[in-house]
């Protein structure tokens, strides 16, 4: 005897564990990056990050929820990388260790699992390290290239391009005067990597080359990382039309900051974003206006992080709004 699901039936070869670390593929080159300007202190926060995601949710799974095992389905080493993407080469590890516990026991595990979690784990986690220990959070260490200087991370810290941005507008002065400050990185600098920021803020292309990797893997579709780009270019070169002295050309804003990677790889996020392409380009541009209202007006620097998990809170009611088309449904000629 055979029981025979409802419709539709679709075969594919596609698992979570594929999925998940087709995902870690894409993010090597950036991991690559990291490692080549923050030497052993990028690896060692990686790996402290990773660890503590896979130990947590090990942990929680076999000793409170009592249930299988996923650890080998690459989530938790996804949302380990993602977390060490959000934080900085020098924060100590400890702190990190927390922030993998609420990434996990929290953001994830607290809902019961993988594909249950509202807002994407890896955010919670930083956002939750960011208000809890925002010294730490903000303090950025300088690049040191390999080829400069070894594989120690150069112990001065300075701002990031965002922060000198933030800084300069918040005293009175005008794009010029910022853009001419021998600490803001040079427009190569914002594409290649050689400038201050989390881990996986340094490299444009880097970021790009993973993310044209999952839209070739169909991990996921270039729509919604696509909406949210423009979106932020168009919302800010207006800005930027009505005063150019007062506010700052829109490809300052798309190779600075965490754009790129909230875009590609946090926004995309299988569970906290809609179903239907529809919703996916609306909550798009929202991300994107909401990351450009945060950064233009708002107390940080940086404002992807919570225009996505703000967005991640519509996500329901946008596939309310947005629902897929219901297969064998008959219509009524």
């Not at 679709?10 to 990056?33: C, F, Q, R, S």
């Not at 934080?87 to 590890?93: C, D, E, L, S």
């Not at 909401?290 to 620097?301: F, Q, S």
Request: overall charge positive; aromatic content about 12%.
């Amino acid at each position: 005897m055979f029981t025979i699901s409802g419709s539709p039936h679709v075969h594919g070869d596609e698992n979570v564990k594929k999925i998940m670390y087709t995902v870690v593929y894409a993010m090597i080159p950036a991991m690559l990056v990291s490692v080549y300007f923050f030497g052993l202190d990028a690896i060692r926060v990686l790996l402290v990050s990773v660890l503590s995601c896979l130990f947590f949710e090990w942990a929680i799974q076999k000793y409170i929820i009592k249930g299988p095992l996923t650890i080998n389905d690459g989530s938790a080493v996804v949302a380990g990388i993602l977390l060490a993407f959000n934080i900085p080469a020098n924060i100590p590890w400890w702190i990190i260790v927390i922030g993998a516990l609420v990434t996990i026991g929290v953001a994830k595990m607290s809902f019961g699992g993988l594909g249950k979690n509202p807002f994407n784990p890896a955010l919670v986690g930083r956002v939750f390290m960011l208000i809890s220990f925002p010294v730490q959070m903000t303090s950025w260490p300088i690049p040191k290239p390999i080829l400069e200087g070894g594989f120690i991370t150069d112990a001065v810290t300075g701002p990031t391009a965002l922060g000198l941005l933030k800084e300069g507008v918040g005293a009175g002065k005008t794009i010029d005067q910022i853009m001419s400050d021998p600490e803001m990185p040079a427009y190569i600098d914002r594409l290649t990597g050689n400038m201050t920021g989390s881990l996986g803020e340094m490299s444009a292309i880097a970021l790009i080359l993973g993310g044209i990797y999952m839209v070739w893997r169909k991990v996921i579709n270039w729509q919604l990382p696509v909406s949210i780009i423009l979106t932020v270019f168009v919302f800010a070169g207006i800005f930027h039309l009505i005063d150019p002295q007062h506010y700052i050309d829109p490809m300052f804003h798309l190779f600075t900051g965490g754009l790129m990677l909230g875009a590609i790889y946090m926004a995309t996020d299988m569970v906290s974003s809609p179903m239907n392409m529809s919703g996916k380009v609306l909550y798009g541009v929202g991300i994107g206006l909401l990351t450009i209202i945060i950064r233009l007006w708002g107390a940080y620097p940086e404002g992807i992080s919570f225009a996505i998990l703000i967005m991640n809170a519509f996500v329901p009611l946008i596939n309310n709004s947005f629902k897929p088309k219901r297969f064998g449904l008959l219509t009524k000629k």
